[in-house]
């Protein structure tokens, strides 16, 4: 089994930061693509940024220049700085990961139990 475990979502004022954290544990062999996903009251969830084992970032338009994902591939962990955080950006934020297991030999897609992020004032 895999586990996405994420954390640092919470409460915070316009304008203001969080970073969020999701680390990647169980039985892995390797990990491909991470990445943020978001999903607000009422709304399908939504992508919001995605880096790949190589560092090769996507974002989606609403996020550009004010979120920031980044991975350490040692303690297979992607984070998530939201900077500039508006009162639509507030989700539950879920990570997620394509990783290949000890014991499979395709890919398979890991969800986290998400993080509340709720941005206001």
């Known amino acids: 089994q895999v586990q996405l475990v994420e954390s640092g979502g919470g409460l915070v004022q316009p304008g203001g930061s969080l970073r969020l954290s999701c680390a990647a544990s169980?039985?892995?062999?390797?990990?491909?693509?991470m990445g943020w996903y978001r999903q607000a009251p009422g709304k399908q969830r939504e992508l919001v940024a995605t880096?790949?084992?190589?560092?090769?970032?996507n974002y989606a338009d609403s996020v550009k220049g004010r979120f920031t994902i980044s991975r350490d591939n040692a303690n297979n962990t992607v984070f998530l700085l939201m900077n500039s955080l508006k009162p639509e950006d507030t989700a539950v934020y879920y990570c997620?990961?394509?990783?290949?297991?000890?014991?499979?030999?395709?890919?398979?897609?890991?969800w986290g139990q998400g993080t509340q992020v709720t941005v206001s004032s």
């Open positions: 997620n990961a394509m990783v290949i297991t000890t014991w499979g030999t395709s890919w398979t897609n890991y």
């Open positions: 169980g039985s892995i062999f390797r990990i491909g693509v």
């Open positions: 880096i790949t084992s190589g560092g090769s970032t």
